[in-house]
Structures are given as C-alpha cells and as structure tokens.
C-alpha cells in the first residue's frame, strides 16, 4: 500500500478529505418533504470528487462556506 506522504492518518488510519467549494445548490423533492442538497468539491489525497450532501450538515460542519 502506497501513502501519499503529505497525509496525516488519524489513530484509526482515517483521514480528512478538505472541502475545496460548493459548486452547486438544489432541492430534492420526496413525498412529504424537500431536502436542500450542496454539491461539494472534495480534495482528497490524490484526487478530487464532487458529492452531494444535505446542506444542513454541511452548515454545521462549515458554516463559514453559507455567509
């Protein structure tokens, strides 16, 4: 197994992905309610990866990205 030597793991051999930016906003709509998602740009390791993920979290973990 390879290590990028810039990673710092975690007691657990995890790591933190850092969030680059929020590149786009929507709604999904379900049955009974609306779920506000953020499409996040992801720095990982080696590579980067957009995810969608519920914007409320997302507030929560970086609140300075939403002012």
């Given at each position: ?45 080696l590579v980067e990866e957009a ?5 409320e979290q997302m507030r929560e ?7």
């Open positions: 197994m390879l290590i990028d030597p810039e990673i710092e793991l975690r007691q657990d051999l995890s790591y933190e992905e850092l969030l680059i930016q929020i590149l786009d906003c929507e709604e999904r709509v379900l049955r009974n309610k609306v779920i506000p998602l953020v499409k996040v740009l992801w720095r990982n390791h995810t969608w993920e519920p914007e973990q970086y609140p300075h990205l939403f002012q």
